[in-house]
């Protein structure tokens, strides 16, 4: 990171924190909105950013861990930011349990089984399995946050619980980017079988991705409950896994600040165009395509890796 | 008396029985006839290009609305009589998309033909949502309706079982189509110079084979078949919505690679044979788990068999 971009992460991070102040309630929502989508990405971005690997069932770990802290929150009683951890821990061992097997398929068969993965889940969701999920109607009357006896409920406090998180989110990736592990993973997406004849344990790093990828949809889904309040299968249809994917491919695949930027503009971009809202998705794809051909390594590509 | 009664009554329910089996069983011969038909279409992508053409499946439901418009609004099967009436329809169908997955080969994937593999996959996604939601703003989100009257409901006397008409005609229709297909590939120049493209592009080329003319027939060929398969469901069930392509192309693909992906007939075998797992599933262990079970099939065939049935190997061994 150099001189300028760090004066650009501190403006941006800079008029976050004064957003709230400044807008109204709704605009504050989609703010959160884009929060979320940006967790949920920036965790995607591990998984098929850094390591290469095409999933696109992201949604079934987001909804593993919305789940997990629905059930123990209405259940149990349990104050749902407790479950946090809780919930990012049963989305990642479900990510390593179905990535084991699978983890060895090329690219684009890795890409179906994840949509399968995810379909499974969200039908054995609506088929409310074991009696726990409530069916199609899903599960409400979640509590709200409390933080040490301070009840979150407006959208202004909930946007300093989601954007504080996606910091710490940033500064833990940014870490991770940096580390022998965040190499690893690089060296596995340009060439796995380099990579193998350099020492690097190929399965291992890419269920690792995989784990600390769900585990983060996990908390992320724990935070949506927590905001909703009421939980269904249709917030984590297949769409959702597509529009995840869309927002890591178009802002640049192992670029955090490309992901985060593409948060912004496939979730908050639309917001300010709504009486075209059912072109949506038709834009989206056009971009998509677009993309592909004029800049296929994203709005932000990452940068080369310099030493030194 | 005591003993004959009851020999009767275990008699019919016997027979409740087969009928029940025999019922799920033309079912799922002609819901996977039409799965084997999608599947023609990603198995001969696949062999020629090795890419999974993702938008496939809404050109399936492109043949779905667009024979929907034209029954309705030509009403060929009132100024032809019904059997005409339909083989003109589907030929019309069938050419249209056919024109589509050409347009489609030409727009999203001819350009990313030199990169890589992921860039090509998110085209194709893109296509396919782009496809997708034009369909939703012409037509709207709502299921549209194959009108009533058009269809025969007769059903056939099999042995004393009676079979709905459409069903035997479906099946005889994709079957037909397949064989037709099968030969194309097998006894014809052109086929010949499609499975040497599938073989190795680079040969193919040197001996005097136009690839790119080869790959643009791959996409009109596949197309055709799979705007069939949409009218048939539109017939069938007669009842469509713009998003089923992906549900259907999922499954389709699925039974592409339970027969062995860039497979012709394995695409046939793989189709019929997942209609039949699906409606015996549907039918003897769970409807609400009916999509389920098609997804169950993919990963445990990947795990386990991931050549599929009679095919190409898809994992890296590294």
């Not at chain 2, 030199?114 to 296509?127: D, F, H, I, K, M």
Request: glycine fraction near 12%.
């Amino acid at each position: 990171m150099n001189r300028t971009d760090g004066w650009i992460a501190g403006l941006c991070a800079a008029l976050l924190m004064v957003a709230p102040l400044l807008l109204n309630a709704y605009w504050v929502d989609v703010l959160n909105s884009v929060g979320l989508y940006a967790l949920l990405a920036l965790g995607l971005n591990l998984i098929l950013g850094e390591a290469g690997l095409f999933n696109m069932g992201h949604a079934a770990f987001y909804a593993m861990g919305a789940y997990t802290a629905a059930i123990l929150n209405t259940r149990y009683q349990i104050p749902i930011l407790w479950t946090l951890p809780l919930s990012g821990l049963v989305a990642g061992l479900f990510a390593l349990a179905v990535a084991r097997p699978v983890v060895h398929l090329r690219g684009d068969y890795l890409l179906i089984v994840t949509i399968g993965v995810g379909e499974i889940v969200r039908i054995a969701l609506v088929n409310d399995v074991f009696g726990i999920t409530g069916g199609a109607n899903g599960i409400f009357g979640i509590s709200r946050p409390n933080f040490f006896g301070f009840v979150i409920r407006q959208p202004q406090q909930f946007f300093y619980l989601i954007w504080g998180f996606v910091g710490l989110t940033i500064f833990l990736f940014l870490r991770l980017k940096q580390s022998r592990f965040g190499r690893a993973l690089n060296y596995l997406r340009e060439d796995a079988v380099a990579a193998e004849g350099s020492g690097i344990n190929t399965a291992y790093y890419k269920l690792a991705a995989f784990g600390l990828g769900a585990f983060w949809a996990g908390m992320a889904g724990c935070l949506f409950a927590a905001k909703m309040t009421i939980i269904s299968p249709e917030s984590f249809s297949f769409w959702e896994s597509v529009v995840l994917f869309m927002i890591v491919i178009l802002g640049g695949a192992g670029s955090i600040p490309g992901v985060l930027l593409a948060a912004f503009l496939v979730i908050g971009l639309p917001e300010l165009f709504r009486e075209f809202s059912s072109a949506r998705m038709l834009v989206f794809g056009l971009v998509m395509m677009v993309m592909m051909v004029v800049r296929p390594q994203g709005l932000l590509s990452a940068r080369g890796r310099r030493f030194g | 008396m005591q003993a004959t009664r009851r020999s009767f009554s275990f008699g019919l329910k016997f027979d409740n029985l087969v009928e029940e089996f025999l019922q799920q069983l033309t079912n799922g011969l002609a819901v996977g006839g039409i799965y084997a038909l999608i599947a023609l279409g990603y198995t001969m992508v696949y062999g020629v290009l090795k890419l999974i053409n993702f938008a496939h499946g809404d050109l399936f439901t492109y043949g779905a609305y667009l024979g929907l418009t034209l029954l309705t609004s030509l009403a060929l099967t009132d100024r032809l009589g019904f059997a005409l009436g339909v083989l003109v329809l589907v030929l019309m169908v069938m050419g249209l998309v056919a024109v589509l997955g050409a347009i489609l080969e030409r727009a999203a994937y001819r350009p990313l033909r030199e990169s890589p593999r992921l860039s090509a996959v998110v085209s194709a996604l893109g296509a396919s949502i782009f496809l997708q939601n034009t369909l939703m703003l012409i037509y709207g989100a709502r299921f549209q309706v194959y009108p009533d009257g058009v269809l025969p409901t007769a059903t056939l006397d099999l042995f004393g079982f009676y079979i709905p008409l459409m069903r035997v005609l479906i099946v005889l229709a994709s079957v037909l189509m397949m064989i037709a297909l099968y030969l194309f590939i097998q006894k014809t120049r052109i086929g010949a110079a499609i499975r040497a493209a599938a073989i190795d592009q680079g040969a193919a080329r040197l001996m005097g084979i136009d690839v790119n003319r080869v790959i643009l027939l791959v996409f009109l060929v596949g197309p055709a078949l799979g705007g069939a398969a949409g009218l048939m469901i539109g017939l069938y069930y007669g009842q469509i919505n713009f998003t089923m392509g992906w549900i259907y192309g999922m499954k389709a693909f699925t039974a592409a690679i339970l027969g062995g992906i860039g497979n012709i007939p394995g695409a046939m075998v793989g189709g019929l044979l997942l209609g039949v797992i699906e409606a015996m599933g549907a039918a003897y262990l769970s409807i609400a788990w009916k999509d389920a079970i098609a997804f169950c099939v993919l990963i445990l065939i990947l795990m386990v068999r991931p050549t599929g049935l009679l095919g190409e190997r898809v994992a890296d061994k590294v």
